[in-house]
């Protein structure tokens, strides 16, 4: 996206999720001082914005996010109400679009993991009763309120329902069965499930293994199938940061809390036919081969990406450190470029550009792009050298910076705070509440300027947050993304498999709430989003007003300062 103050275990991980978004946007600002909430009004082009103040604005966001579904758009579906539901909770059809697309997402993604075909080939139907079983029990003991178990179980028939009407599920799991076949069992499922009344996780279990058996009776579907379904649909019933891990997602989640990985080191989006390179790692395997960023992958080993479809392109893009795998780049006004790439372990730096942008002022910058277990040390080596360079003030940026580790986040801000609570964390558990301190040895009194925007997401929050409420610099952008949940990462006995769920809410300094509110800056750059044609990266040469306005006010503070 947690851990109490102790070190990161895989039997027992928790960490703030990483929430990735990606709305690139070409943007022009002006710059206002102000305290007060920016009122950003919702587009079609920003889905972030202020509460509803007609119903035509709610059915503009609708009939967007209806496109993205006819086009099998899931991915940008799922982000579109993700974020049009953070400003209008209110609205019910909002919240029923967001929990279709995530189920069309889920499933998408799973069935073109290879780690999970795996799972539906070998596990035995008692083998996938024992992973919901112990699915609910976590959740039992760790989610941060009491689950409502009737509820986890209809989200998991809807699961179920949906997968039985699309394409990749049917000629997965029922070849031979006949339209009318299915269609009189997903009527059979709904009268099931309304009909039962399930009051914990016991009756959960058996209401499931009762639908599996009928599943199996009528479709000839193999239970393990029908099971698993009703699993990821429980954990996606508690909230939108909650989810089931397939083998590879829990190995990649693993891999961004180490900092590295094996792959091609790039950034991927993934479009409806191909998949963008938002970023290249310096250095690695991608960025030796010649790709660029805002290249395009249009093929895999020689198949079309248009043909796997985006996700099991990038899935194939995966494999054991050393094999070499064979991409189709598409760039801007040039032939087609087809490079071998040879997959390594690629180590991810969270501090990225450290430098001075006014040697003669000391005025430097560095970039934060992740919270992870590496950060606080990529920090002190970044801020040791620009020390030694002339460092007088700090611009520190987190913009599009989506989180991490919550100990990362303390350990950074405890290098700027010297005293006093940094974040407090509280759950249904009492194990959840704690009390994170600065230390005043080590502390550096540079002053410091933080860089937020709309996707500055939780642990990104609890250190803008920190360094305001204890008046420790000026924070400047936009309204953070408004993350306030902390998550545990649980790999399962029963399973290679994972569950994520949330375990606590965190607050500020001040006990106020992050969650849905984010972070207001001292200094509300106001920009002005509109969507980059085609997709493409901002241009390198694009102003960047919020920096600009960090600059200025680095150097008005240089100037008062003796």
């Known amino acids: 996206m947690t851990l109490p103050p102790s070190a990161l275990t895989r039997s027992l991980a928790c960490f703030l999720t990483l ?257 963008l390179v938002v970023h290249v790692i310096p250095g690695g395997p991608a960025a030796q081969a010649g790709i660029l960023s805002g290249d395009r992958i249009v093929a895999v080993n020689g198949h079309s990406t248009e043909t796997l479809g985006s996700e099991g392109a990038a899935d194939r893009l995966k494999g054991p450190e050393g094999s070499t795998v064979q991409v189709t780049i598409r760039r801007a006004d040039a032939a087609d470029l087809v490079v071998q790439v040879t997959r390594k372990r690629v180590e991810v730096p969270s501090v990225d550009g450290a430098r001075l942008l006014d040697p003669q002022l000391g005025v430097a910058y560095l970039r934060l792009t992740s919270f992870q277990k590496t950060t606080s040390r990529d920090v002190d080596t970044a801020l040791w050298s620009l020390y030694r360079q002339g460092m007088r003030i700090l611009i520190m940026d987190l913009r599009g910076n989506p989180g991490g580790l919550l100990n990362a986040a303390v350990e950074v801000a405890d290098k700027f705070v010297t005293d006093g609570t940094l974040v407090s964390t509280r759950g249904r558990s009492r194990r959840e509440d704690f009390d994170y301190q600065a230390h005043r040895v080590g502390t550096w009194r540079v002053p410091l300027i933080v860089l937020i925007d709309g996707d500055s997401a939780s642990a990104s929050e609890i250190f803008a947050a920190a360094i305001q409420d204890h008046g420790r610099g000026t924070v400047v952008g936009q309204r953070s993304y408004g993350k306030g949940s902390v998550q545990g990462i649980f790999p399962l006995n029963s399973s290679r498999a994972g569950v994520r769920l949330t375990t606590a809410k965190f607050y500020a300094p001040s006990g106020r709430p992050i969650s849905l509110q984010g972070v207001q800056p001292h200094v509300a750059v106001q920009v002005a989003a509109k969507p980059v044609a085609d997709g493409q990266p901002q241009p390198p040469d694009q102003p960047d007003a919020t920096l600009e306005s960090a600059v200025r006010v680095a150097r008005q503070q240089v100037a008062r300062r003796p």
């Not at 178990?149 to 997968?163: I, N, Y």
């Open 19 to 275: 929430v990735l978004l990606s709305w690139p946007a070409v943007a022009t600002a002006q710059v206002a001082n102000s305290t007060e909430p920016l009122p950003n009004p919702v587009s079609a082009e920003s889905g972030r914005g202020q509460f509803p103040t007609s119903l035509a604005e709610v059915e503009q966001l609708l009939q967007l996010g209806e496109k993205f579904e006819q086009e099998q758009r899931w991915s940008d579906a799922l982000l579109h109400y993700e974020q049009a539901i953070k400003s209008y909770p209110e609205s019910p059809q909002l919240e029923q679009r967001l929990t279709l697309a995530r189920v069309h997402y889920d499933l998408a993604r799973r069935y073109h993991d290879t780690s999970y075909l795996d799972v539906l080939q070998t596990m035995k139907p008692q083998e996938a009763l024992d992973v919901y079983t112990e699915v609910l029990l976590k959740i039992h003991s760790h989610y941060v309120s009491e689950p409502d178990w009737q509820e986890l179980v209809r989200l998991g028939s809807v699961q179920l329902d949906v997968a039985l009407s699309q394409p990749l599920f049917v000629q997965k799991n029922l070849p031979a069965a006949s339209s009318q076949d299915v269609a009189a069992f997903r009527s059979e499922l709904s009268r099931l499930v309304a009909g039962s009344q399930v009051r914990d996780r016991h009756s959960a279990r058996q209401l499931v293994f009762q639908v599996a058996q009928s599943a199996e009776r009528r479709l000839q579907l193999a239970p393990t199938a029908v099971i698993l379904e009703f699993t990821s649909g429980a954990t996606s019933a508690l909230d939108m940061y909650s989810a089931f891990l397939t083998p590879h997602q829990l190995d990649d989640l693993f891999s961004q809390i180490e900092g590295n990985f094996v792959g091609l080191g790039v950034e991927l989006k993934l479009e409806p036919r191909e998949l």
